[in-house]
């Protein structure tokens, strides 16, 4: 993620938005513990790239749970979470 302007002194930089925004799906699902949440909400409250990306995941999260009625069986969710998790990591180290 780039900013439009270069980090001035107290702003995030890239590599701190890049970590944010890898933890904005599991702040919005509540898949965090205080200590994170908090650390996201002072991001957020200090970045507007990266609230404006909050914003829209969490509406576009809002409108798919309002179109979705049916339900994943459990053990298929599971396994999807896994890999979702499984490719996250394989970003994060390539």
Partial sequence: MS???PSLPGEPSA?????FLER???FIDN???EADCSEVRLHLDSCN????????????KTV???SC?????DQLRQ???LKIREVQVQLREG
């Fill in 3 to 5: 900013h439009d302007h």
């Fill in 15 to 19: 590599g701190d938005c890049a970590d």
């Fill in 24 to 26: 904005i799906v599991y």
């Fill in 31 to 33: 898949e965090l513990d």
């Fill in 49 to 60: 790239p990266c609230l404006e990306k909050y914003d829209l995941q969490r509406t576009v």
């Fill in 64 to 66: 798919v749970a309002r």
């Fill in 69 to 73: 009625t049916e339900i994943a069986p």
């Fill in 79 to 81: 396994r999807v979470l």
